[in-house]
């Protein structure tokens, strides 16, 4: 079946400007992560997002990031008014139902700001 | 958080065995072990899960001893394929929060 999709898959920005990455996790997944990965590092925690339950946002690194999930199913992770630090792959995954159940991971957003 | 630890990185030549060893000193109870791989340019990927003794499958084995402190992840045969860098994460299923942190990880590098 289809896994974890993610769009686009790179995005080149100035500073300043607003991003919208999108995530579309494997049908009949209810959770959703969000990660960043910076070059040749882990990855960071950002948001997790399970069933209908408040987002556990504890990762987000500032006001500048949120994410939504609408209708259980496809998510948008926003970054407004993007930093040069903000330059990174952004990893989306979903599994079944608890969060140590398997992760599945799309390929990424490669974020670039100038 | 549960905490992990893991060398840095690892070299290797093919067909030989490869063991890395996570330590997770504060795992709790209700702790699972957990290991990706990923590659370049991929997200990672699902490797092996555990709580105690033994697991294998096509891929691994991992290797759990009983105070669960540490895990040794087993690659047997490895090939230049197996490049990658393979994280440990320690969560509780319950909960699902502490598995959310994958670490730096360990970058194995496979010489022909």
């Known amino acids: 079946g289809a896994g974890v999709s993610q769009s686009p898959s790179n995005k080149v920005t100035e500073k300043g400007k607003d991003v919208e990455l999108r995530c579309d996790p494997i049908?009949?997944?209810?959770?959703l992560y969000w990660y960043r990965q910076s070059l040749g590092q882990g990855l960071e925690f950002l948001i997790y997002?399970?069933?209908?339950?408040?987002?556990?946002k504890s990762g987000l690194p500032s006001d500048r990031f949120s994410a939504e999930r609408t209708g259980g199913s496809v998510s948008t992770l926003t970054i407004q008014r993007t930093q040069q630090e903000d330059s990174a792959v952004y990893l989306c995954?979903?599994?079944?139902?608890?969060?140590?159940?398997?992760?599945?991971f799309g390929p990424g957003t490669r974020l670039t700001v100038l | 958080l549960a905490k992990t630890t893991q060398p840095i990185s690892m070299d290797s030549y093919e067909g030989q065995e490869v063991n890395i060893t996570c330590s997770h000193n504060n795992i709790a109870t209700n702790d699972y072990i957990t290991w990706y791989q990923q590659f370049p340019s991929q997200g990672p990927r699902f490797i092996i899960q555990?709580?105690?003794t033994k697991v294998t499958n096509e891929v691994a084995s991992l290797f759990i001893p009983a105070d669960r402190k540490s895990s040794t992840l087993s690659l047997p045969r490895v090939s230049l394929s197996d490049t990658a860098v393979y994280y440990c994460?320690?969560?509780?299923?319950?909960?699902?929060?502490?598995?959310?942190?994958f670490g730096s990880g360990t970058r194995l590098q496979v010489q022909p």
């Open positions: 997002f399970q069933g209908n339950s408040a987002p556990d």
């Open positions: 994460l320690v969560g509780d299923r319950q909960t699902g929060r502490r598995a959310l942190t």
């Open positions: 555990g709580y105690k």
């Open positions: 995954a979903s599994s079944l139902e608890r969060g140590t159940d398997t992760q599945y």
């Open positions: 049908s009949g997944h209810t959770a």
